[in-house]
């Protein structure tokens, strides 16, 4: 087993960004909830464990607690922020409660030598986000840095290895703050890097052999990234005995369906099966125009014609999903309950009587680890560094009620979008962009004659999380070629539109 770092997180923000950092590192890391027990932590045979920071005070109502057992495992601690907090507290120190938060740079100075400043300057900027502070560090403990507003910004116990940083070493704001974590990780706990993408394919095929046998498992395609790396993986840990299902729901962009048959199937010789519900699809859309109406038809669909296909492969065990490691802890971290604005698409709510074992070899990883991943396998990079599309298709880019005539529409524009912003290298400097078909109909002239035809917007985003989005600012002159050529190109479009509007307030897609 590699080398592994447990992170508790006590709800910060930025808990996922001290993995990311470990994991850069070339250490796996795993985050967990606060409520998971010393005993527990011990099992996991941890290298290392991280306290995160948090939004609430020590000893406040509801606040989270420490276990004290993490102390005991043998291992090396680094407590940053809250996580910080609760080690002066717990182990004998003195806080002093704040009611304002000092938020933003701070300049730290360190004040002794230790393994942890190693190639620091003796100033340095760093992030602070805290209310509370440290007063008196616990006794064993030295304080190690200092900030203009805090006597005790960082402190220490060499003998026990337990280290505390009041600011966000894991903030690109703290401009050291990879050094800071390597020091923990390499001349603290003594790792060394072993983290790689070539290891884990090797595990992961391995486990997976060893877990499937020459059962048979079921993946449902999607044409992206995920789902297409879960099979490669897959396939080469159990080859024939992987039975991938694709499905045209008619809503798809431009080529899909080949380009799809073309990799998996021809060149990657997986077993591939492409079903063409599309007419299934459209009928069951005819006249629906509510936007969640539309998502829980084809999720219903998807799911219909899944078990239909599946029951066609005899003794189906297991079922292969693209689950990432954010949707993990997602449903793990001790988040609050949050407002559904959209409801996502994907195969989690299979029908009872399809019994299958999960099969989810991406669950340890971030995004951009799978598109690496994809590298590592050897997938062309048009489809590694494909941006994101929706389950629903073009069904939530169709405003209104969805046919074929418009979704055809909609695929020639917005193929035409693409291959301009392609070609203009304009689409590495965006993170998701497409065509949107409106609901309304405008007045125009062409030739000598009157039209009255479609509406169509584009839309075009940056973005590092897709949880808030900025609209790209796109040069006019290749949007003016994108609008010349559509309205050329497209019948039934004679007026184009571009959205200037941002998430939040709008949303990346239109319904
Ligand atoms: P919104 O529109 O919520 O989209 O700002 C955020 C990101 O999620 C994608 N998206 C989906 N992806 N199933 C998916 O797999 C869906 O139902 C779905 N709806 C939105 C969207 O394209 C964007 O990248």
Known sequence: MPNKVI??????????LIARRVREAGIYSEIHPCTVKASEVAAMKPQAIILSGGPASVGSKDAPVLDRGFFELGVP???????????????????????TREYGPAELTLTAASPLWEGLPETTKVWMSHGDKVMTPPPGFSVIGRTPTLDVAAMACDEKKIYAVQ????????????????????RICGLVPDWTMTSFVDRVVKEMAAKVGDRQVICALSGGIDSTVVAVLLHRAIGKNLHCIFVDNGLLRKNEV????????????LNLTVVDASERFLSRLKGVDDPEKKRKIIGHTFIEIFDEESKKIPHVDFLAQGTLYPDVIESTSAKGPSAVIKS?????GLPDHMKLSLIEPLRELFKDEVRQLGRELGLPEYLVSRQPFPGPGL??????????????????ADFIFRDELS???EAQNLSQFFAVLTNTRSVGVMGDGRTYDHTLALRAVTTDDFMTADW?????????????????????????VYDITSKPPATIEWE
């Open 7 to 16: 992170i508790i997180d006590y709800g910060s923000q930025v808990t996922q």
């Open 77 to 99: 601690v680094l407590g940053i922020c809250y996580g910080m907090q609760l080690i002066a507290d717990g182990l004998g120190g003195r806080l002093s409660r704040s009611e």
């Open 167 to 186: 600011f966000h070493p894991e903030v690109h704001h703290t401009v050291l703050g990879t050094t800071i974590i390597n020091n923990f990780l390499f």
């Open 258 to 269: 080949e380009e799809v048959r073309h990799l998996l199937g021809d060149n990657l010789d």
């Open 344 to 348: 996502h698409h994907n195969v989690g």
């Open 395 to 412: 069904a939530i880019r169709i405003i209104g009620d969805v046919t074929k005539e418009k979704a055809d529409i909609l695929r020639l």
């Open 423 to 425: 070609k203009s290298r």
């Open 472 to 496: 790209a600012r796109i040069p006019y002159d290749i949007l003016d070629c994108i609008s010349t050529r559509i309205v050329n190109e497209v019948p039934g479009v004679n007026r184009i």
